[in-house]
Structure formats: structure tokens, C-alpha cells
């Protein structure tokens, strides 16, 4: 009879199928492996890393955001005026010469005795020191640029001379005091990079006072 023969083929086609299903792998001999000797599968596509091109670079990280431009050492009105200097016509600001040099600022008057005798030792004693700026003003309203260049010309003074101007010497008053306006007094401030500014004792200063004055304002 073919029956039986027919129904063995029939399972041992079952029992192949099986056996695949079954996800059995064999090795290259022939041999089963287990579950854990079966070979890894590679990963996806999508979690192995780019390929680079030949010859490019990886990117470079972003450079840093640039600082911002520092604060200026001084922002009070008298520091930030626009005045003019009477010997040259060009105008300045007491806080740019200030960012990077010591300044004395000295107000005072024409007609004042006391005022010429202390311009005339501060001009000898910043002879020769440098990183050094003599600013002064006169805060009389009475007198003018023209008035002002003379006087320093007539004296053979080499700082810096202009006319403060209402707006300019209100604002000293007001942060230095009424006195400051005083000019036989022989008022005197000193600024430093580092933004300080010292009202300092009144009364005439002798040279070594001015160049002491400057060392401890020197940033």
C-alpha cells in the first residue's frame, strides 16, 4: 500500500516546519545552536553614527557671545558734559579722560589770586609724571572762553581749561557741595580709572601733595 509512506513524507514535512517556527539557527556545520549562540542582529540604520564625508571636520561649537561693552568709570553730569577746550576749540568729556588716566579737575576763577598760585605748583609738579590729566574749570559765570584762553596763555599754563557752565557746576554743587564753587578755596577732585572721585582738602596743596594725590588714585 502507498498510504503509509505518503503520511511518514507528510510528517516529516510537519516536523520541518516546526522546527522553523521554533526559530532554531543552525551552525556553519550543520549543527543546532542554542538561543544564545544565535547571531546578534546588526542595529538600526537610524541609531548607527552618520558618516562623514571624505576630508570634512566635525563642527565646530559655537564661539562664545561677545561681552558687552563695559560700563563707563563715570556717569555723573558733571563728568559726562560736553565742555571745550580753549586753547584747541575741540570738546571732551571729563569721564572719557577719566576711563584711563588719573584727573584733577580744579575749578576756579580768573580774578583769583589763590586759584593762579595753585595752577602754577600743580603745573610744575605733573611735569615729566605721566597717565595724568589737569582739567580746569572756571566756574564763574561771568567769564568766557575767550576771557580763559588768554589767562592761560598769559601765564604759560599747560592744562586743560574750559568754561563749566551752569549745567556742569550744578552738578558738582551737588555732589561735592556748595564749597566746591568756592574758587579761593583751591577745590580740587581727583578721579581714578577704577571710578573713584576724592574732593580733596581745601586749601592750597603743595607739589608733593599733587603728586601724592595722583599714586593713590593710579588704578
Given at each position: 500500500m502507498t498510504t503509509l509512506p505518503r503520511i511518514a513524507a507528510l510528517g516529516l514535512v510537519?516536523?520541518?516546519?516546526?522546527?522553523?517556527?521554533?526559530?532554531?539557527?543552525s551552525s556553519p556545520d550543520g549543527s543546532p545552536m542554542s538561543s544564545t549562540e544565535a547571531p546578534v542582529s546588526a542595529p538600526p540604520a537610524s541609531q548607527a553614527p552618520a558618516s562623514m564625508a571624505p576630508g570634512s571636520q566635525a563642527p565646530a561649537s559655537e564661539p562664545p557671545a561677545s561681552e558687552a561693552p563695559p560700563a563707563p568709570a563715570f556717569d555723573q553730569p558733571w563728568a559726562?558734559?560736553?565742555?571745550?577746550?580753549?586753547?584747541?576749540?575741540?570738546?571732551?568729556?571729563?569721564?572719557?579722560?577719566?576711563?584711563?588716566?588719573?584727573?584733577?579737575?580744579?575749578?576756579?576763577?580768573i580774578w583769583c589770586s589763590n586759584c593762579r598760585a595753585q595752577q602754577r605748583?600743580?603745573?610744575?609738579?605733573?611735569?615729566?609724571?605721566?597717565?595724568?590729566?589737569?582739567?580746569?574749570l572756571t566756574v564763574d559765570p561771568s567769564e568766557d572762553a575767550a576771557a580763559l584762553a588768554r589767562y592761560r596763555e598769559d601765564n604759560g599754563f599747560t592744562g586743560i581749561y574750559a568754561v563749566a557752565g551752569t549745567d556742569a557746576s550744578r552738578a558738582l554743587a551737588d555732589?561735592?557741595?556748595?564749597?566746591?564753587?568756592?574758587?579761593?578755596?583751591?577745590?580740587?577732585?581727583?578721579?581714578?580709572?577704577?571710578?573713584?572721585?576724592?574732593?580733596?582738602?581745601?586749601?592750597?596743596?603743595?607739589?608733593?601733595?599733587?603728586?601724592?594725590?595722583v599714586e593713590e588714585h593710579r588704578a
Open positions: 510537519a516536523a520541518v516546519a516546526v522546527a522553523a517556527c521554533s526559530g532554531a539557527a559726562t558734559a560736553s565742555l571745550t577746550d580753549v586753547s584747541t576749540g575741540q570738546t571732551f568729556r571729563i569721564a572719557d579722560l577719566a576711563a584711563t588716566q588719573v584727573v584733577i579737575v580744579e575749578p576756579m576763577a605748583i600743580t603745573d610744575a609738579a605733573l611735569e615729566g609724571v605721566d597717565g595724568v590729566a589737569y582739567v580746569v555732589e561735592f557741595g556748595d564749597l566746591v564753587l568756592n574758587p579761593p578755596g583751591t577745590p580740587m577732585i581727583v578721579t581714578s580709572p577704577d571710578g573713584r572721585a576724592t574732593l580733596t582738602e581745601f586749601g592750597q596743596k603743595s607739589g608733593d601733595r599733587i603728586v601724592a594725590l
